[in-house]
């Protein structure tokens, strides 16, 4: 008897001292070591068993060091806040990478809370939970693991808060950066690396701001899709740095916004899609200034279901496809302008859909090209206008084949490789006064309402017109093997003179010619040979004394 209950009372002293060490409360007024047993309610260090808050009225500095023994290193959780105008920071100072501190049951950062680490590492051993993060968190170098996949990492939770990595590496299940309404968040990383398992969402519910400004190292999304503008407003803006990602919206769901600003020395790699404004009632932006956005199969949609606007003023954007308004949906809206820097395109750049939606790309500057080493790209305008204001657009195959398509080609230049253009328009080139040049790089062109030359442009390279050309400026053309057909413009018959007037290249020969039948095979010449001028000329027939069929033929 006497046995048991002294085993019964050494239970009760255990059971006690547990209660005790569960929760610890910094208890200094004043700045300290986490070492330090004066600092800590029960005058106890904490440890394996301890839920640890900090929360003093002054603001104070716990400090951990390389000195702090790796039994007072594990804890269940930290929690830290301070009222308005204070600010309670631990600080991880130097206690080395492979001593981490080690949270097995959570991570709070509130107002006022600030959490430094210097070569240190911080792991929380969580699952199916999440680490809120309002205040301010700054990695200087170290490591910091937030758990397996299922754990999120709430940046601005509930309030406002501030992630920075300036070295180190991070590793996180989900992340979000704005969480509950009224909250905001931001995340700098303007070193080493963060990598995100699965959710990468920057305003992540209504009425909240997230905001990312990645500045150097390495952002690494690529389990799922990400957001920039989840549900309300989210912005990203990278420079000097890289980041991955696998599937990227920008605006996303109804009433969000988005905004994507690439500059100098940025790079982007998206492996499978770029959406600016994915559903219906989004907003989404992307500025391209500077550095590259890359994906060897990427397709980039502007205005997918919502309105998508693309700027591009430096640097490139290098895609499979690029369709601006181009998903065949209701009320989507896309717009590209193009200012400078380049666009590449490997299959197709569509503007617009056959039958919903309406695009519209302007180009003042840079380059817009479509093509393969099949030669099968093709940049159609289906359903908008594309407007060339300058620059250069180039590519395999151009076509204008719906009457909702149409192209204000006013300045700059297009080469293409083949044409077709059915669109009950002719194709002017250049407006009259700016110069323009319309380049064939071979191939067919087609133009079933005609081709007009402008004053101050000009047709030139090489390829097989069909289609009547006005021509009020320059064709030069050196063709070759291959000749540009002439088309007679006008027959005018005088007495017994026939007037045929026709279109020339500049570099060849043109004979009149004509017969009595036209099932005849022999032609006569009509007149001498003459060059032309890239304009069109008239030759007579001055001996048209009955009915002929005449013919232009060019060498």
């Known amino acids: 008897m006497k046995f048991r209950c002294s085993t019964s009372l050494l239970a009760i002293l255990l059971m006690l001292t547990l209660s005790a060490k569960a929760q610890k409360v910094w208890t200094s007024t004043n700045s300290g070591s986490w070492n330090d047993t004066n600092n800590w309610s029960g005058h106890i260090v904490p440890d394996i068993t301890s839920f640890v808050e900090i929360f003093t009225n002054n603001g104070v500095t716990v400090t951990i060091d390389a000195l702090t023994p790796a039994a007072n290193l594990t804890i269940q959780s930290l929690k830290i806040g301070a009222p308005p105008g204070a600010t309670n920071t ?26 430094l680490i210097t070569n240190s590492g911080v792991l929380l051993q969580l699952t199916n939970d999440h680490v809120d993060i309002d205040g301010s968190f700054v990695l200087d170098s170290g490591w910091i693991d937030f758990g397996d996949t299922t754990v999120t990492s709430r940046v601005g939770r509930v309030t406002s808060g501030t992630f920075t990595i300036n070295s180190g590496l991070v590793s996180a299940g989900a992340m979000t950066v704005g969480g509950l309404a009224n909250s905001s968040g931001v995340l700098n990383l303007n070193g080493g690396t963060l990598n995100v398992a699965t959710l990468f969402s920057v305003g992540r519910n209504p009425g909240t701001t997230g905001s990312v400004f990645v500045t150097g190292g390495q952002l690494s999304a690529v389990g799922e899709i990400q957001r920039v503008g989840d549900e309300d407003f989210g912005q990203m803006t990278v420079s000097n740095a890289t980041v991955l990602l696998t599937n990227l919206n920008v605006g996303r769901d109804p009433l969000s916004v988005g905004v994507l600003t690439l500059q100098n020395g940025g790079y982007v ?12 009632g989004s907003t989404g932006t992307v500025v391209i200034a500077g550095g590259m956005v890359s994906g060897s199969g990427m397709k980039v949609h502007v205005g997918q279901e919502g309105s998508g606007q693309l700027t591009v003023s430096s640097g490139s954007l290098l895609a499979e496809d690029v369709l601006i308004a181009g998903d065949n949906t209701n009320g989507a809206d896309g717009m590209a302008l193009m200012q400078g820097g380049e666009l590449i395109a490997s299959s197709t750049f569509f503007v617009g859909s056959a039958s919903f939606s309406t695009g519209q790309v302007s180009i003042s500057g840079g380059t817009i090209t479509v093509t393969n080493s099949a030669g099968t790209a093709l940049l159609a305008i289906l359903n908008g206008t594309l407007t060339l204001d300058g620059g250069t657009v180039s590519a395999d195959n151009l076509f204008l084949t719906n009457v909702t398509g149409t192209s204000a ?82 027959i005018l ?21 004509f017969n009595n039948t036209l099932a005849a095979t022999d032609w006569n010449a009509a007149s001498a040979s003459t060059n032309g001028k890239g304009s069109v000329m008239t030759l007579d027939d001055t001996s048209a004394l009955s009915r002929r069929f005449y013919r232009v033929r060019a060498q």
């Open 90 to 115: 631990v600080f991880l100072s130097s206690v080395g990478t492979n001593n981490p501190l080690v949270l097995q049951t959570g991570l709070q950062l509130m107002d006022g809370a600030a959490l």
């Open 269 to 280: 790699a998206i492996s499978n899609e770029l959406a600016i404004g994915r559903f219906g």
């Open 409 to 490: 080609f006013n300045s700059g230049t297009v080469n293409t490789k083949g044409t077709i253009v059915a669109n009950g328009s002719p194709f002017t080139v250049g407006d009259g006064i700016a110069a323009a040049t319309l380049h064939l790089n071979g191939g067919t062109h087609s133009f079933a309402n005609g081709l007009i030359i402008s004053s101050n442009a000009t047709l030139s390279g090489c390829g097989m017109i069909i289609g009547s050309i006005v021509n009020h400026g320059t064709i030069a053309t050196n063709c070759g093997a291959t000749l540009i057909r002439p088309t007679i413009t006008r």
């Open 493 to 513: 018959r005088t007495g017994s003179t026939s007037s045929v007037s026709f279109t020339t290249v500049t570099g060849q020969t043109y004979t009149l010619e």
